[in-house]
């Protein structure tokens, strides 16, 4: 063993010190005199469900039932929602609000979907910066945060402001993207978003101004971590031939970027680049209650710094009955692809679609993916919004015939939902009915899809973040109704096998 003056170098003492704690503890394991680690033992294979394992799963699963009509007995609204569809109040919330309800007479009744930014209407956002044939993202982020419109020197400010931390720290991409890819691209996004706790020297200063530096990083860093994290799972994991970093571009729009940075020739047609940054606006924000949301309201009111705040909105999101919707839409117009030999027929079309509500075609869920909203009633206004767009770009694409199935398939599925299942309101396509298709003929792969609507709902989190912080509330902290009996202890030699 080298010894260097009185001292063991480093990695000799590591070795010593394993093999001291080896020794007390009779661990399975060593190491070699380099620092690499010996197992003892074959490795054990940690994704195995063991009969053990299956049989202690059964024991939890007979003694966690609960009662549905407990839920109702004791006035519990589960999700948080009613059988209207009304949230169940929590919070007040400058930032953003869904219409999807109006008084008339005194009685309240559904109307048509509208969605505001600060008290703006989306709609007429997106008229704005479409009429001036400007990108719109930035501007959207900024009203998010700061609660108003950036005048034309504050917009150009901010855009450089956010091409200036449009990067990664040194070997980022070495160290924590590359090394050990995810299969899921939100777990690589999540991961990467905690290693900049190691990388920031006040990671916990929950001071505004500090708050706000992190999330503007992280707004402009998603891009390049979800697209570079794909890159890595591409080439290690999906046996891609070819592996390619491309730097962002500062005089590019976030959704240019996106796109220059995913493709390998870097190239992309004006309508892809605006239809991308279209999407991106219509997922920035959708009011406090959604879940990934209130997650971000929830961890940010218990103290914690920014990097678990946005990790566990991540977590939030990466569920497929939040985020990963769009992705079960594309399937299922796949699996009607091929199934339905006459696209243009509606009635062999509306048998299948009879077919997959009664859980007997594509996934068996019984469910038509796309349809329906837990707010939105008669219209969900960013799904009206890109339909026109993915319109266009169907024209653009040649995918003329699977637009025209989309459109018959949002004709049809309201009418079919309302005669099968009991609706306490009306059913209509939201924004992932289009944004999945949208995303498919720009060549989007599907494992990015969450992502994105990660690197865009990045400012609604940022934005309500702060307000938590702002407002500096209690810890949120719900109350659950205990309905276990109350049981007399057994001692241990008593007790039945």
């Avoid at 010996?38 to 299956?54: C, G, H, L, S």
């Avoid at 905690?194 to 500090?210: C, E, G, Q, T, V």
């Avoid at 997922?283 to 009111?301: I, M, P, R, W």
Wanted: hydrophobic content about 40%; overall charge negative; charged content about 25%.
């Amino acid at each position: 063993m080298q010894r260097r003056g009185s001292h063991y170098a480093p990695r000799d003492r590591l070795w010593i010190a394993a093999m001291v704690h080896r020794t007390a503890l009779r661990l399975p394991f060593a190491f070699t005199m380099k620092g690499e680690l010996i197992m003892a033992k074959e490795k054990r294979n940690y994704a195995e469900i063991t009969p053990e394992m299956n049989a202690l799963a059964g024991l939890c699963v007979s003694d966690c039932r609960i009662r549905p009509e407990m839920y109702t007995e004791y006035k519990v609204f589960r999700g948080l929602r009613d059988l209207n569809g009304n949230g169940v109040l929590t919070g007040l919330t400058e930032i953003s609000e869904i219409q999807s309800k109006k008084i008339v007479d005194g009685v309240e009744l559904p109307c048509r979907g509208r969605l505001f930014y600060r008290g703006y209407d989306v709609e007429d956002l997106v008229s704005g910066f479409l009429k001036d044939q400007r990108f719109g993202f930035e501007e959207t982020v900024y009203l998010l945060l700061f609660g108003v419109l950036p005048g034309e020197q504050e917009l150009a400010d901010f855009e450089r402001m956010l091409a200036d931390y449009r990067s990664l720290p040194n070997s980022f991409v070495r160290d924590m993207i590359m090394k050990a890819p995810s299969g899921n691209m939100m777990n690589s996004l999540a991961r990467s978003v905690l290693a900049m706790y190691s990388y920031d020297k006040n990671p916990d200063d929950l001071s505004i101004p500090n708050v706000l530096r992190q999330c503007i990083q992280l707004i402009s860093m998603f891009p390049l971590m979800a697209v570079y994290g794909y890159q890595a799972y591409d080439y290690y994991l999906d046996d891609s031939r070819s592996f390619f970093i491309h730097e962002p571009r500062p005089e590019l729009s976030t959704a240019e970027n996106i796109l220059h940075m995913l493709r390998i020739d870097s190239s992309y047609t004006p309508l892809e680049a605006r239809i991308l940054d279209l999407a991106l606006v219509l997922h920035a924000e959708h009011g406090g209650g959604n879940n990934s949301t209130f997650t971000t309201h929830v961890v940010s009111s218990s103290g914690t710094d920014t990097y678990s705040a946005v990790a566990a909105a991540l977590g939030s999101l990466k569920g497929p009955k939040h985020g990963g919707a769009n992705i079960k839409v594309v399937d299922m117009f796949r699996d009607i692809e091929e199934h339905v030999r006459d696209w243009e027929d509606r009635e062999e079309l509306t048998a299948y679609l009879e077919k997959i509500l009664h859980k007997e075609a594509f996934d068996g869920a019984g469910l038509i993916y796309g349809m329906g909203h837990a707010v939105y009633s008669l219209s969900d206004p960013r799904a009206e919004i890109l339909r026109g767009f993915v319109e266009q770009l169907s024209e653009e694409k040649g995918r003329q015939k699977e637009y025209r199935l989309y459109a018959a398939v949002e004709e049809l599925a309201p009418r079919l939902i309302a005669g099968e299942r009991t609706i306490y309101k009306g059913v209509c396509p939201n924004v992932d009915f289009y944004s999945g298709f949208a995303y498919d003929m720009l060549g989007l792969p599907k494992e990015l899809y969450t992502p994105l609507f990660a690197v865009a709902r990045i400012a609604g989190w940022s934005a309500h973040r702060l307000e938590e912080l702002i407002n500096a509330g209690k810890i949120i902290r719900p109350a659950y109704r205990n309905v276990q009996p109350r049981q007399a202890y057994v001692p241990l030699e008593n007790r039945e096998a």
